[in-house]
């Protein structure tokens, strides 16, 4: 009887679990036509920044090495607090750069 209990409690949570991982899978990314992403330089390819434009981009700076990118090591993309519910490119760069420590 309480083995029964217990799996009828963890039912809602595996759903719960099932459910993120799709939505975590389903995010989208950031466009490079997004108004904020225009606002922040943000490009999905870190050599192509607007040197002209953004003096602070330095040869090396990619969001993968950023302190706001919240992917994993060797994600291809991950989220970032700029630009709520969607992803960036571990390549990409924008003007809010902070190298990780």
């Given at each position: 009887?309480?083995?029964?209990?217990?799996?009828?409690?963890?039912?809602?949570?595996?759903?719960?679990?099932?459910?993120?991982?799709?939505?975590?899978q389903a995010q989208t990314k950031v466009s490079e036509k997004d108004p904020q992403?225009?606002?922040?330089?943000?490009?999905?390819?870190?050599?192509?920044?607007?040197?002209?434009?953004?003096?602070?981009?330095?040869?090396?700076?990619?969001?993968?090495?950023?302190?706001?990118?919240?992917?994993?090591?060797?994600?291809?993309?991950?989220?970032?607090?700029?630009?709520?519910?969607?992803?960036?490119?571990?390549?990409?760069?924008?003007?809010?750069?902070?190298?990780?420590?």
């Amino acid at each position: 009887m309480t083995a029964r209990r217990q799996f009828i409690q963890w039912i809602p949570a595996a759903g719960l679990a099932a459910w993120a991982g799709r939505h975590a899978q389903a995010q989208t990314k950031v466009s490079e036509k997004d108004p904020q992403a225009v606002a922040l330089g943000y490009v999905e390819d870190a050599t192509k920044a607007d040197k002209a434009k953004f003096k602070t981009y330095a040869a090396g700076q990619k969001c993968g090495n950023c302190q706001l990118f919240q992917g994993k090591a060797g994600d291809a993309a991950g989220n970032c607090p700029l630009f709520a519910g969607k992803q960036v490119a571990a390549a990409g760069w924008c003007s809010a750069y902070a190298k990780k420590a």
